[in-house]
């Protein structure tokens, strides 16, 4: 549905077409995702036990028609702009058979999914056609199959939120089949910085550690070539200048192997980052059930407890600049622990 020209009901500002919007399960009425989360409940949940409906106001209804034409994402029924050639909530691709007509339905170019086209009946929505979004959403597969400790597809689908397209296939496999093993670019590069943008904090945390460590004497000669130039000059500088300076060579081979070792923590992360995430998705959903929550009854609660979010990314690289700024003034302040790399 387009809610372009409504207003959220906990900020009061007028919906556009870049805002990112999620609908209570309850009532209907939409909200920003930030509001929603910042609230943790819909603005009207006091009248659900009256039977409230959210209504579009008058405001809205002509907004569609007089503002600027809009294509809902088939996926996540986001509206974008009708130049938009992907969705800029989802990313899935736009076909320019999708148009949004004057009813409010969407009308798409899909023949197998149109009329008697869809088997079964499978995916049907409340007015017997069938739902286009959810049979893109679950990639054909069946929405309430139980994809481990409980959680249905549906659930996990909701949880991942960005990219779901993507890992759905992935996630189906390691159940069917147990495997563990897959490949994330991602993880690859920036493992924690990925797992970070994933809310996986512990796995974020414990790459970002063994990231410092394993650059910790890359980081001695980089702070003794500092010490030479004069930018430390507080008590212990020339002691590690002078430590360094006579075990350049063992520093320069320990810092080959230790990136060795940390390229090879980035291999493993690449191949078993998807099933780490696999599985926080399933514990994630876990404990929200054991909170009563659960994608059926409050699916706003969990998308935004799962999906991504970039800012993590943001607070992971403070962390390491706090961290690399510790250890250089711990080495400052105890010259001694150098011994623990050169003896």
Same mark, same amino acid.
């Given at each position: ?12 500002? /007028?919906f556009t077409?870049?805002?990112?919007? #999620? /609908? +209570? ?7 920003h ?5 910042l609230e943790n ?7 659900h036990?009256? %039977? ?12 569609g028609?007089?503002?600027?034409s809009?294509?809902?994402c088939p996926?996540?029924h986001?509206?974008?702009?009708s130049?938009?050639?992907? +969705?800029?909530?989802?990313g899935f691709?736009?076909?320019p058979?999708?148009?949004e007509?004057s ?6 170019g899909y023949?197998?999914?149109? %009329?008697?086209?869809a088997?079964h009946?499978?995916f049907? %929505?409340?007015?017997g056609n069938?739902?286009?979004?959810s049979?893109?959403? *679950?990639?054909g597969?069946d &929405?309430n ?12 689908s909701?949880? #991942? ?8 296939p992935?996630?189906k ?7 563990k093993?897959?490949f994330? @670019?991602s ?12 809310k996986?904090?512990?796995?974020a945390i414990l790459?970002t550690?063994?990231?410092i460590? +394993? ?5 001695l000669?980089?702070m ?9 000059s507080?008590a212990?500088?020339e002691?590690?200048s002078s430590f ?7 520093l320069i081979?320990?810092?080959?192997i230790f990136n060795?070792?940390?390229w090879? /923590?980035?291999?493993? +992360?690449c ?5 780490? *995430? *696999?599985?926080?998705?399933l514990?994630?959903?876990?404990? @929200? ?9 409050h699916?706003a #609660?969990?998308m ?5 979010? &970039?800012?993590n990314?943001?607070? /992971?690289?403070l962390l390491? %600049?706090v961290?690399g ?7 400052i302040?105890? &010259?001694? @622990? @150098?011994?623990?790399f050169?003896?």
């Amino acid at each position: 549905m387009n809610y372009i020209g409504e207003k959220c009901p906990v900020c009061h500002k /007028v919906f556009t077409g870049d805002d990112d919007i #999620v /609908v +209570c399960p309850e009532c209907g009425s939409p909200h920003h995702r930030e509001c929603f989360k910042l609230e943790n409940k819909c603005a009207y949940e006091d009248r659900h036990s009256t %039977g409230y409906k959210w209504q579009r106001t008058s405001a809205g209804e002509n907004s569609g028609s007089s503002g600027e034409s809009t294509v809902n994402c088939p996926v996540c029924h986001f509206p974008n702009k009708s130049a938009d050639d992907v +969705c800029v909530r989802c990313g899935f691709k736009l076909q320019p058979e999708a148009r949004e007509n004057s009813q409010g339905h969407q009308e798409y170019g899909y023949g197998q999914f149109q %009329g008697q086209g869809a088997p079964h009946g499978m995916f049907r %929505g409340a007015d017997g056609n069938p739902d286009l979004g959810s049979i893109l959403s *679950y990639m054909g597969f069946d &929405p309430n199959e139980d994809m481990g400790d409980g959680s249905t597809l549906k659930d996990v689908s909701s949880f #991942v939120g960005p990219n779901t397209l993507y890992y759905i296939p992935i996630f189906k496999r390691m159940k069917d089949f147990g495997t563990k093993i897959s490949f994330n @670019l991602s993880c690859l590069i920036f493992p924690n910085l990925y797992f970070a943008n994933r809310k996986m904090w512990f796995w974020a945390i414990l790459a970002t550690i063994l990231e410092i460590i +394993c650059s910790l004497p890359t980081m001695l000669v980089y702070m003794a070539g500092m010490i030479s130039d004069g930018v430390f000059s507080m008590a212990g500088a020339e002691a590690i200048s002078s430590f360094v300076s006579s075990h350049k060579n063992d520093l320069i081979f320990f810092s080959e192997i230790f990136n060795i070792a940390f390229w090879a /923590v980035k291999i493993i +992360c690449c191949i078993f980052g998807n099933w780490l *995430y *696999y599985r926080f998705s399933l514990s994630s959903l876990k404990k @929200l059930r054991i909170r009563g929550i659960d994608g059926t009854s409050h699916p706003a #609660v969990v998308m935004v407890a799962g999906g991504s979010k &970039p800012l993590n990314m943001i607070l /992971v690289l403070l962390l390491m %600049g706090v961290l690399g700024s510790a250890a250089v003034a711990g080495f400052i302040a105890y &010259p001694q @622990l @150098l011994h623990i790399f050169i003896r």
